[in-house]
């Protein structure tokens, strides 16, 4: 009875003793493994994972945190600058790893099957890699990841169907890669999934009504692939959506109109997707949206309404469709708009009352429209404005000079409308990369003040009635590629001091009334493409 009694109090300390000598083999394991590891790899990352060996428990080495156990439970690696394969880690020897990170390194060739083991991992990102192959299909066995992360590698073949099995899955991107195949019907069964990216691979086949079973999905990418097929009806249960991307892909058949239910949206692109008919009525109740691209399709009717009800709309890009009518009537206020492309419609509409003061406007084109009036001068006030394009319209009376007061415009394209007057001597204050005013009725002497474009790349000033002499001043244009003056009434001789243009690569003089002989400088052009002279009165000799 006391030798029982003696065995029973002893039985403790066994079990813990194996326990502890267990634990120390398995951390020994770790920490081989980890050392085989780190001396297949450069030089480099050898110097970066120096920490790696001084002691002999892997916990106290850069990257790695521990359990209570003493076993390695995170690696984190993330964009510190590896470089090598992961073929010399045996992932099967760290049963207690929860979160594998290596984020944004050179890690190259193909992920090990191994990974597979790490039943308890919940956190997988090996984004942002050179990996290549396919996805090894051991990675279903990781039943308990919530964040899985491959995006941005050269990964290859198709999606496994069983990785439906990842149920508990948040966020899951394989987005960047060269992936190929359909989308399995049994991704409605991850009913965890927040955030789904699938953008930028090649995969095609259609966006399947089972998305709708995703009630959870918050944000989803599928741009830039080659599915087709109508967006499905469906998305329209996907109730807490805050961001559809679909744009760049295949698709056809009209916008279905349950995404105006999607109350929570603020980012919605549909972009180069082949889309046709209407933008449904229901759009008006996205008050919310932030940003918006329909652009590149084949939509018709009026654009919606109410876009900027709440003044949040920030980018807002409709071109390059048949729209009719005029534009957003909410625009008119829309302080928080930053982008506005609606150019290559046909909306209509005076453009002074159209659009209004924009404080945080930073580009707009509302080009090859049927857009009239005048342009406004308050355009001149947008301290953060880049590009002001509204050429091929119907626009009307002079260039206001307050656009001379906007101290960040680059580009200035009011081409190929009806406008008059002189060219503003105070466009001289802006350091534009290109100006655009052909093809107007602009009159007077092309100012002095042109010499003060430093900057610019492509001056285009043809197809207007010009008169007076070309400015020697343009010389000081170096950086000039192309410059168009033809079709105007310029007299006069061409200045030398074109000659000192070395970049130039394109030069129209044609059709003026230029006269005395060609300068013998324009012989030295280094890049010249196309040089036309032609249709003046200077003598033939060059």
């Known amino acids: 009875m006391i030798i029982f009694t003696f065995i029973k109090i002893l039985q403790p300390v066994w079990s813990s003793t194996f326990h502890s000598d267990a634990s120390k083999k398995g951390v020994d394991f770790e920490a081989e493994t980890l050392l085989t590891w780190k001396f297949s790899l450069d030089n480099k990352t050898q110097y970066f994972l120096r920490s790696w060996g001084v002691e002999t428990n892997p916990c106290h080495w850069v990257g790695i945190h521990c359990d209570t156990d003493g ?52 956190y997988l990102d090996l984004s942002a890699n050179s990996l290549s192959g396919t996805i090894p299909p051991e990675l279903v066995l990781l039943t308990n990841v919530k964040t899985f992360y491959l995006d941005h590698n050269n990964i290859s073949g198709s999606i496994p169907h069983e990785i439906c099995f990842l149920k508990y899955v948040i966020d899951f991107s394989l987005s960047t890669n060269i992936l190929t195949g359909t989308i399995s019907t ?16 090649q995969l095609h086949g259609p966006i399947l009504q089972e998305i709708g079973m995703l009630s959870s999905l918050q944000i989803f990418h599928l741009y830039t692939n080659k599915l087709s097929g109508i967006i499905p009806s469906t998305i329209k249960n996907c109730t807490k959506l805050t961001s559809l991307h679909l744009g760049d892909n295949q698709l056809s058949g009209r916008i279905p109109s349950g995404l105006g239910s999607l109350k929570f949206l603020t980012n919605l692109f549909l972009f180069m997707s ?3 008919g209407i933008v449904p009525k229901q759009f008006d109740n996205l008050t919310h949206l932030t940003n918006l691209s329909l652009s590149v399709n084949h939509l018709t009717g009026h654009m919606p309404q109410n876009v900027c009800l709440e003044r949040m709309i920030m980018f807002f890009s409709l071109h390059t469709n048949n729209f009719i009518g005029n534009a957003p009537k909410s625009l008119k206020n829309c302080t928080s708009l930053f982008t506005l492309l609606l150019y290559g419609n046909q909306i209509t509409g005076n453009v002074s009352e159209e659009f209004g003061i924009y404080p945080n406007l930073y580009y707009i084109d509302v080009s090859n429209n049927n857009l009239y009036g005048e342009v406004s001068s308050y355009w001149g006030i ?19 000079h307050q656009l001379g007061d906007a101290p960040q415009l680059k580009v200035l394209d009011l081409s190929l409308n009806q406008l008059i007057g002189s060219f503003p001597n105070s466009l001289g204050n802006l350091k534009l990369l290109k100006l655009y005013l052909n093809n107007n009725r602009l009159s007077g002497n092309i100012p002095l003040q042109i010499g003060n474009f430093s900057e610019i790349e492509d001056l285009r000033l043809g197809a207007n009635n010009f008169s007076g002499s070309i400015p020697k001043q343009v010389g000081e244009c170096t950086k000039l590629i192309h410059l168009n003056l033809s079709k105007n009434v310029l007299s006069g001789s061409i200045p030398a001091e074109i000659g000192k243009l070395q970049s130039l690569e394109y030069l129209d003089l044609s059709q003026n009334s230029l006269s005395s002989r060609i300068p013998q400088e324009l012989k030295e052009f280094q890049s010249i493409q196309m040089m036309n002279l032609s249709h003046n009165e200077y003598p033939v000799e060059f």
Do not use: Q, W
């Open 382 to 400: 947008s301290s953060i404005l880049v590009g002001l394009l509204m050429s091929h319209n119907n626009l009307s009376g002079i260039i206001p």
């Open 274 to 276: 082949n889309l046709s």
């Open 186 to 201: 049994c991704i409605g069964n991850m009913s965890y999934l927040a955030n789904l990216h699938l953008y930028m691979n």
């Open 71 to 122: 076993r390695v439970a995170y690696l984190n690696l993330s964009h510190i600058g590896i470089r090598g394969t992961l073929e010399d880690v045996n992932f099967s020897l760290f049963p207690n790893l929860r979160s594998l990170d290596l984020f944004s390194n050179s890690i190259y060739v193909a992920i090990p099957s191994t990974i597979g083991n790490l039943s308890k991992l919940t």
